[in-house]
């Protein structure tokens, strides 16, 4: 495959792109830089290829390693230890969440199913009425958005759904419930089904294929399997003076003994909304009001599994292209948690550990996977009262870990999740419906999977819940007392400081979060290219 389909990655190094493999450095590594970014997913690479193409000299630090679609084998066994943190097994405190993320260069984009939402209107609202975030328009908005979409082949999805979507489509169409195709950053996909694994054809246009080269072909540097450990700042001058780091070996995990250290004008933290409040605590750098990590939210998934009468093949075909918010609407944003119904592809590996059961019982369950379909309840949380999401902590080695509570108002969302997806399946033609829980019987008819759901114990580790987007820590506000940073990402109190990633999100998104880090990173960063234009 690889000789058939160009590879922009290995092309580019051959022109002599500066691209550095930590592993590979034989001694410390002492650099200087315009702007160093930390992290290299959808608000670092937007963030690098805008500043590099306003002149400046911008080094973009990855913790994971440099893979591109020569490498992509659409092998569950190598993708997960290769481009996800923890090998696609990151969970929550409690364990009660798995938690997918990219850990590789392009990030979450490299890895992710491509869905493309903006933001709601109704999320930009309360973020002008609660955080005072007058400018955060839709209407302001909408040139962002337009212009992530334009440069990102963001478009409705054409082709017909595969099996696995066409089954919420049609429970969708049977029960009235509203619905849509889902838009997809792709330009001439081949409908292969693999995207969590890293494209192969290069269609999907992540950070990997687009932002990046872009950057290093205007000069921007990349040094890849390099873990920021702490930022050195100046108290007296409100400034961070360097980024402090340990080069990684080739497993990506442990330490080769060389060490890193930056000195730049501006600093850009885009480790994503585990990361990026993880280095701050790290580096005993937290804000003034103690926000730093707190107000982390997931959109905790809970998921339903249906056995269907005809040939599903979850594996095959394009992940994500319909979709309802039915859900979404039937109360306020402060009430009970809605939620968005999507549906997952399924692989075999992620299935063993997510699905219910072992040994016979779930040897059973898997022999259908031709037949099997899921649907996923994506919760919007963070606007509920009750509903406060995680906090980032470090464990004693300085590791991040996400504290995220599962209390009543979370249970409540699963709960009533799992009945509106049960209802769906059997309305689309399901035979067999099974909400994914240790206690969980396959139902042969609503009323009995209704009575089994009404009977399941609301707990972690019972429940399998997962969720693939991780916002908040570092919140944008109008004032530090109540966030983190402005509405462009910078620093209340350290002034060459910048947060350009999903954590200055004040709740949840309640969609699908990677065209909202997108428009974001684009409006932060072309400001921060006109500031560091300035003299002085």
């Given amino acids: 495959m690889s000789g058939k389909i160009p590879d922009p990655i290995r092309a580019g190094l051959v022109t002599g792109w500066k691209v550095f493999d930590g592993a590979a450095q034989g001694q410390d590594l002492a650099w200087d830089?315009?702007?160093?970014?930390?992290?290299?997913?959808a608000g670092g690479a937007v963030t690098a290829e805008t500043l590099?193409?306003?002149?400046?000299?911008?080094?973009?630090?990855?913790?994971?390693?440099?893979y591109s679609s020569s490498d992509f084998r659409m092998l569950e066994a190598k993708a997960y230890s290769e481009l996800y943190q923890d090998s696609a097994a990151r969970q929550t405190a409690d364990k009660g969440i798995t938690i997918l993320q990219g850990r590789a260069v392009g990030g979450g984009t490299t890895v992710n199913w491509t869905s493309s939402f903006r933001t709601?209107?109704?999320?930009?609202?309360?973020?002008?009425?609660?955080y005072g975030l007058a400018a955060l328009t839709p209407e302001a908005m909408r040139p962002w958005f337009e212009q992530a979409e334009a440069r990102l082949g963001i478009a409705p999805w054409q082709p017909e759904p595969n099996g696995n979507n066409l089954v919420l489509e049609r429970g969708c169409q049977a029960l009235g419930l509203r619905h849509a195709r889902i838009r997809r950053n792709v330009k001439g996909c081949w409908n292969l089904g693999y995207c969590g694994m890293g494209c192969p054809t290069?269609?999907?246009?992540?950070?990997?294929?687009?932002?990046?080269?872009?950057?290093?072909?205007?000069g921007a540097r990349l040094l890849a399997r390099a873990k920021v450990e702490r930022l050195q700042a100046d108290l007296s001058s409100s400034r961070i003076l360097q980024v402090h780091g340990s080069l990684l070996a080739a497993d990506g995990v442990s330490a080769t003994g060389r060490r890193f250290a930056v000195r730049a004008r501006h600093v850009v933290l885009a480790a994503g909304s585990i990361g990026s409040p993880a280095i701050m605590l790290r580096s005993g750098l937290a804000d003034s009001a103690g926000l730093t990590g707190k107000r982390t939210f997931l959109h905790p998934v809970a998921l339903s599994a249906a056995l269907m009468p005809e040939l599903i093949e979850p594996f095959n075909g394009a992940p994500q292209t319909v979709y309802s918010d039915h859900f979404m609407h039937t109360q306020s944003l402060d009430g009970p948690l809605g939620f968005k119904l999507e549906v997952p592809p399924i692989h075999p590996l992620l299935a063993s550990v997510t699905f219910p059961g072992f040994g016979h019982r779930q040897a059973l369950l898997l022999k259908g996977l031709p037949h099997l379909h899921a649907t996923l309840a994506l919760l919007r949380d963070g606007f509920h009262p009750d509903s406060q999401g995680g906090e980032v902590r470090l464990r004693g080695d300085g590791s991040p870990l996400l504290d995220y509570p599962l209390n009543d108002v979370v249970w409540d969302g699963v709960y009533r999740s799992w009945l509106a997806m049960a209802e769906l399946q059997f309305a689309a033609g399901a035979s067999?419906?099974?909400?994914?829980?240790?206690?969980?019987?396959?139902?042969?008819?609503?009323?009995q999977a209704r009575a089994m759901i009404e009977g399941l114990p609301l707990q972690a580790l019972q429940a399998k819940l997962v969720s693939a987007h991780v916002m908040g820590g570092m919140a944008m506000s109008d004032d530090p007392s109540?966030?983190?940073?402005?509405?462009?990402g910078r620093h209340w109190l350290w002034r060459n400081l910048s947060v350009i990633d999903g954590s200055i999100f004040p709740t949840s998104v309640g969609a699908n979060p990677q065209l909202s880090i997108y428009a974001f990173a684009w409006r932060a960063a072309s400001e921060l290219a006109r500031q560091l234009a300035r003299p002085g």
Avoid at 55 to 61: C, H
Avoid at 120 to 130: G, Y
């Fill in 33 to 41: 830089a315009d702007v160093v970014v930390i992290g290299s997913g």
């Fill in 52 to 66: 590099s193409q306003a002149g400046l000299d911008v080094l973009i630090l990855e913790e994971g390693g440099l």
């Fill in 120 to 130: 709601p209107p109704d999320t930009l609202r309360w973020w002008q009425e609660r």
């Fill in 202 to 218: 290069n269609a999907k246009q992540s950070m990997l294929v687009t932002c990046i080269p872009q950057a290093l072909a205007q």
């Fill in 432 to 447: 067999q419906v099974m909400p994914l829980h240790e206690r969980a019987e396959p139902a042969d008819s609503w009323r």
């Fill in 482 to 488: 109540r966030g983190v940073v402005d509405d462009f």
